[in-house]
């Protein structure tokens, strides 16, 4: 897409994704007080201080790890705060903070870097309401008056963050997904809302156990496809809803109508145009003050959703996570992004579960069903590429990739 093209473009998104005024007035006073008051406490933004939020670098992980005391206002260096992260997950004891009570999270990274942040216990106060407070769906809350209500976590690694929330009234399990899914089946009985990432749910829902008919089912952490909503949504018949999170905080969470809200009370979103829906989110989080999250740009692709939701709740709201740039393939210099190769791919027919990623000019794919799957890709892609005009890649059958138990699942992987 040429220059002048995708300018259109983005004013055109600009125009479909406004918020109402009076909305937008209350955010953007907190956001000139957490310009004004927070961010000269760290000291990469002291020499900013005094500016408007347009005039701030825009950084990513790398920046951030790069110079990690320098973003959060202790000076709590990264060697310090790894050592510190890395004995609690090999203890599987996550109660050590650093000095000031900062807790410190590693974000599952898929490939390459971790993230790594830190949070004030106030900070995992404020996000447990946050969460519970839009989360809990009606049905919940009914639930809440006469029982405590049991929410079953599967996570990679616990943190302060995930103990903030137990309470009298609301009990939680947290599930290692360093073990095995099987192993953590016989707990899940009697569990109110069912928390995991989309992989996780989909083996839950195939294992099925007796006793477990949850009130709410949540998404976390992955990409929740089309098929793995519809597969989960039959095995306990509701609708799957999603949390979509990064280390940058909590950033959006779903509605009834499937489409997810910004998290705009602590949230500003500066969406990055790539065409006139896709964007990469730029992230300044103005409720956190421990480490300072400000124009992060993150890697995702999200898709924006044109004009207010239908639920009627005010703010942005998006279509859906497309996943990370590298899940991005590109053929030559056209992108095909996630959502419109696994279009191409459902019209291969059954393949049982897969894998595709580009190694340059190679696509190599793997199916767990029967190996003509593989051709039916290569044809579906090849037809693919004509309609976007591109040259088709080569298709070649792969080894099924190995994958730790606690790892993101990606079936579409930008490699090289
Ligand atoms: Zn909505």
Redesign the pocket.
């Known amino acids: 897409m040429g220059g002048s093209q995708a300018a259109v473009a983005a004013a055109f998104a600009r125009e479909r994704w406004l918020l109402p005024r009076r909305y937008d007035a209350a955010r953007a006073r907190a956001l000139e007080r957490f310009l004004r008051e927070d961010l000269p406490r760290a000291s990469f933004y002291a020499p900013h201080a005094g500016r408007a939020l347009h005039e701030l670098p825009v950084v990513d992980k790398r920046t951030v790890l790069a110079d990690f005391a320098a973003f959060n206002r202790y000076g709590i260096g990264l060697e310090q705060a790894l050592a510190v992260a890395e004995a609690a997950e090999r203890s599987r004891d996550f109660t050590d903070t650093l000095p000031g009570g900062v807790t410190v999270g590693l974000s599952s990274g898929t490939t390459g870097t971790r993230g790594v942040f830190l949070v004030s216990e106030e900070e995992s106060r404020l996000w447990a309401g946050i969460l519970l407070g839009q989360m809990m769906a009606p049905a919940s809350l009914r639930a809440l008056t006469s029982r405590p209500l049991r929410v079953a976590l599967f996570l990679r690694a616990n943190s302060n963050l995930y103990e903030t929330l137990d309470s009298r009234r609301v009990r939680f399990s947290w599930h290692d997904l360093t073990q095995p899914v099987e192993d953590h089946l016989p707990d899940l009985p009697g569990t109110d809302v069912l928390v995991a990432p989309a992989s996780v749910l989909r083996r839950i829902a195939a294992a099925k156990p007796a006793g477990l008919r949850p009130i709410q089912v949540i998404s976390v952490a992955e990409t929740l496809e089309p098929d793995d909503e519809a597969v989960i949504r039959a095995a306990f018949g509701r609708p799957v809803e999603q949390i979509y999170q990064a280390t940058e905080g909590l950033l959006a969470v779903s ?3 499937g ?1 997810l ?1 910004l998290n705009e009370g602590h949230v500003h979103v500066e969406p990055q145009w790539i065409d006139h829906r896709r964007f990469h989110p730029v992230v300044t989080d103005f409720t956190r003050t421990t480490q300072l999250v400000v124009r992060h740009r993150l890697d995702d692709v999200l898709l924006a959703a044109p004009g207010p ?5 005010p703010g942005r ?1 998006i279509a859906a996570v497309l996943g990370r740039a590298d899940d991005v393939l590109l053929l030559g210099d056209v992108p095909v992004y996630p959502d419109v190769l696994r279009h191409a791919v459902a019209l291969a027919g059954e393949l049982g579960d897969y894998r595709i990623e580009q190694h340059g000019d190679e696509w190599r794919v793997a199916v767990t069903g029967a190996q003509a799957g593989i051709s039916r890709v290569g044809a579906e892609v090849t037809r693919l590429a004509e309609r976007l005009r591109a040259a088709p890649p080569v298709v070649v059958p792969m080894a099924w990739p190995a994958e730790a138990p606690d790892q993101k699942r990606r079936r579409i992987r930008r490699v090289s």
Do not use: A, K, L, Q
């Not at 939701?309 to 709740?313: E, F, I, L, S």
């Open positions: 509605c009834p109508t489409r809200h939701c239908p639920c009627g709740r709201s």
